[in-house]
């Protein structure tokens, strides 16, 4: 089955900086990929999606990678902000049964 | 307008009885998922409804868990005989139509404690 990779580990990054978060996934490569970030205690909310034809995408400081070769989807945001400290999870659609697999998510940090 | 939204909030139920979890769409959506997410882990995926066609019930876990969505709409996760291990926040989406194409819109989910 499809298995979605993300580092466990939280990033704790400067204000300022980019973050950069990496999405790996094994077997198939999906048609869409997604990301989301979740707030403690609220569900996750949709930032951007990116078919496999395309290999960037960009919605204001957040832009979205997707490697079919490397079965990776990297998601940077640049010049974070202290708000931008959430956990972002990466979402992938299965194999044509209309459904989505989360990763576990990868927690951010931006200290100010 | 108005997003997803889910009742309770919180459930703190004792081992053995029986929890009913409740989910309100986005109008106009016809897909709507449920997910469990535990603490730590990632969204489990529990069943998925796609207007009047069959549900997906592939990731219930055991028998114990069952759905339904009346008139296209509101949809509620019934948890029979609940155990610890149902312990977990309960996550309802929705989104315009099925597939991995379709941004899913998120309640605030549920959070259930089983004593």
């Known amino acids: 089955s499809q298995k979605i990779e993300q580092n466990s580990e939280a990033l704790n990054i400067q ?38 034809n395309e290999k960037e995408k960009r919605k204001e400081r957040l832009k979205v990678t997707f490697d079919t070769t490397l079965k990776q989807s990297l998601f940077h945001i640049t010049a974070s902000q202290p708000a931008d400290s959430a956990t972002y999870l990466c979402a992938l659609d299965m194999d044509g049964n209309n459904r989505l697999a989360f990763g576990k998510g990868n927690q951010v940090v931006v200290i100010p | 307008g108005a997003g997803v939204s889910q009742s309770p909030s919180n459930k703190v139920t004792e081992k053995g009885k029986d929890v009913e979890l409740r989910c309100d769409p986005i109008s106009g959506h016809t897909a709507l998922y449920w997910y469990r997410q535990s603490l730590g882990q990632g969204l489990e995926f529990l069943i998925y409804f796609q207007g009047n066609s069959a549900p997906d019930k592939s990731g219930l876990p055991s028998d114990r868990f069952s759905a339904e969505r009346t008139g296209g709409s509101v949809s509620t996760l019934t948890i029979q005989r609940t155990q610890q291990e149902d312990s977990a926040v309960y996550l309802c989406a929705s989104s315009f139509q099925v597939g991995g194409n379709n941004e899913q819109f998120f309640g605030p989910g549920t959070r259930l404690t089983v004593l």
């Open chain 1, 15 to 52: 204000e300022g900086k980019t973050a950069t978060l990496t999405c790996n996934y094994t077997n198939y490569s999906p048609a869409y990929l997604q990301w989301y970030r979740q707030d403690p205690g609220r569900g996750p909310v949709f930032l951007l999606l990116i078919r496999e």
